[in-house]
């Protein structure tokens, strides 16, 4: 099974801040990454697609980038409604596999 | 409007069964694989397992966790897709998702339903 890495696992940030996670794989799975984000108690949103197409509707202060083993989202300048958990999710191959998540707050 | 909605959750005894069903509307059923993905109390997300469509005879994959003990099916005239879960652990017990995709690489799980919670217990 392909593992997922994620770092960091938890931040700190403020609002108007530039927010970077990085998602590592274990094997190369070309651009098969997608990333979510999630609010407590809510259902998880597709941010970014195919490691960097942006999901419509999404604010274009969210990127994605990476091929391989190694991608990254960025939030260009955090807002309010962007503190949450952050997932990537590998389907490249099967199973398959979530990262742990990075949860972004104040 | 893209809807998933599951249903069938709830309380089972460890050992015990229970089929999760996801209702589906606002797009066209038949050209779209279902995942379901779980999600135990405070902890991250795990996918669970696929289901393809007709013209990719149904076929299915499973995480190792839930090989051999859960199936997936669909039923095309209803717009459902179940989850067949026997031989329930603790460990199982979970907010259980059903997620839209397609049948590209590059493109999976972009809506979600909201869930529905089983709870693994004597």
């Known amino acids: 099974d392909i593992q997922m890495t994620q770092s960091p696992s938890a931040m700190s940030a403020s609002v108007g801040d530039k927010v970077t996670i990085t998602c590592r794989a274990s094997?190369?799975?070309?651009?098969?990454l997608t990333w979510f984000q999630q609010k407590p108690g809510k259902v998880p949103k597709r941010l970014i697609y195919a490691s960097s197409n942006l999901q419509s509707g999404v604010p274009s202060r969210f990127s994605g980038s990476g091929s391989g083993t190694e991608f990254t989202l960025t939030i260009s300048s955090l807002q309010p409604e962007d503190f949450a958990t952050y997932y990537c999710?590998?389907?490249?191959?099967?199973?398959?596999?979530f990262g742990p998540g990075t949860k972004v707050d104040i | 409007e893209v809807q998933l909605v599951e249903s069938g959750g709830g309380l089972v005894q460890p050992g015990g069964s229970l089929r999760l069903s996801c209702a589906a509307s606002g797009f066209t059923f038949t050209d779209r694989y279902i995942d379901w993905v779980r999600q135990s109390p405070g902890k991250g997300l795990e996918w669970v397992g696929r289901i393809r469509n007709k013209p990719n005879t149904y076929t299915t994959e499973s995480a190792a966790s839930v090989q051999d003990r859960f199936t997936i099916s669909r039923d095309d005239s209803q717009n459902s897709v179940y989850l067949h879960m026997n031989s329930l652990k603790a460990e199982d017990t979970a907010v259980y998702f059903c997620a839209r995709s397609t049948n590209y690489w590059d493109d999976v799980v972009d809506y979600w339903g909201q869930g529905t919670l089983v709870t693994v217990s004597s």
């Open positions: 999710l590998q389907h490249s191959s099967y199973p398959f596999t």
């Open positions: 094997q190369g799975i070309s651009n098969y």
